[in-house]
């Protein structure tokens, strides 16, 4: 299963929330031998750009439903939920079991 989570992070928190997902990781490869990526929306969407924001992204794979349920808890412990506005999201994919044409 692979993990994508993605909120939003205001600009003046931007090298706060940079150190605290690399805080973050950290503690996904301490706890569960899982490495994540960070990324960032390429094209600024309208209610980013109204509210100064960008959209971020975690991105995890290959990852047991056990660190799905951590997940949370290591942000929390990290500090990034202290440096994001609104809501942190997480969706989680499995492969299909037949190729797409």
Same mark, same amino acid.
């Not at 993990?3 to 600009?11: F, M």
């Not at 301490?30 to 209610?47: C, E, I």
């Given at each position: 299963?692979?993990?994508?989570? @993605? @909120?939003?992070?205001?600009?003046?928190?931007? #090298?706060?929330?940079? %150190?605290? /997902?690399? %805080?973050?990781?950290?503690? *996904?490869?301490?706890?569960f031998g899982v490495s994540g990526r960070l990324? +960032?929306?390429?094209? #600024? $969407? /309208?209610? !980013?750009?109204?509210? &100064?924001?960008?959209? +971020?992204?975690?991105? @995890?794979?290959? /990852?047991s439903p056990a660190f799905v349920a951590s997940?949370? %808890?290591?942000? /929390?412990? $990290? &500090?990034?939920?202290?440096?994001?506005? &609104?809501?942190?999201?997480?969706?989680?994919?499995? !492969? *299909? %079991?037949?190729?797409? #044409?």
């Amino acid at each position: 299963m692979d993990c994508y989570v @993605y @909120y939003r992070v205001s600009t003046h928190n931007a #090298a706060a929330a940079r %150190q605290a /997902v690399a %805080q973050l990781f950290a503690l *996904t490869v301490a706890r569960f031998g899982v490495s994540g990526r960070l990324q +960032w929306r390429a094209d #600024a $969407s /309208v209610n !980013d750009t109204a509210a &100064g924001t960008t959209t +971020w992204m975690e991105r @995890y794979d290959s /990852v047991s439903p056990a660190f799905v349920a951590s997940l949370a %808890q290591l942000a /929390v412990e $990290s &500090g990034v939920m202290a440096l994001i506005e &609104g809501e942190r999201h997480a969706e989680c994919f499995i !492969d *299909t %079991q037949t190729p797409c #044409a």
